[in-house]
């Protein structure tokens, strides 16, 4: 069974930077497009950046030249770089393919952007 385990989360002040690492158990994930997503209180869980297996990226609007998906396939780790992060940035990440079917959701981690 496949697990991903995402780390990297804490609280950071509107400006911060934060680097979030997705590490994946199985040797499946190097072929795969991968994505990070977020959900936010109250909200449904967004796909915010995705990166395919050869390196191509992709990214939701809002953190367009703010954020920063990469890859080491050697390592089976997805990561995302957030510089000036804002408060409405805040919510749980996690990572997961691309496009369905999932792998089985982790347990995300917490991105707090406050002053």
């Known amino acids: 069974q496949v697990q991903l385990v995402e780390s990297g989360g804490g609280l950071v002040q509107p400006g911060g930077s934060l680097r979030l690492s997705c590490a994946a158990s199985v040797s499946i994930f190097r072929l795969r497009t991968m994505g990070w997503y977020r959900q936010a209180p109250g909200k449904q869980r967004e796909l915010v950046a995705g990166?395919?297996?050869?390196?191509?990226?992709n990214y939701e609007d809002s953190v367009k030249g703010r954020f920063t998906i990469s890859r080491d396939n050697a390592k089976m780790t997805v990561y995302l770089q957030m510089n000036s992060l804002k408060p409405e940035d805040t919510a749980v990440y996690y990572c997961?393919?691309?496009?369905?079917?999932?792998?089985?959701w982790g347990q995300g981690t917490q991105v707090t952007v406050s002053s």
């Open positions: 997961n393919l691309r496009v369905p079917p999932y792998l089985n």
């Open positions: 990166i395919t297996g050869s390196g191509q990226t």
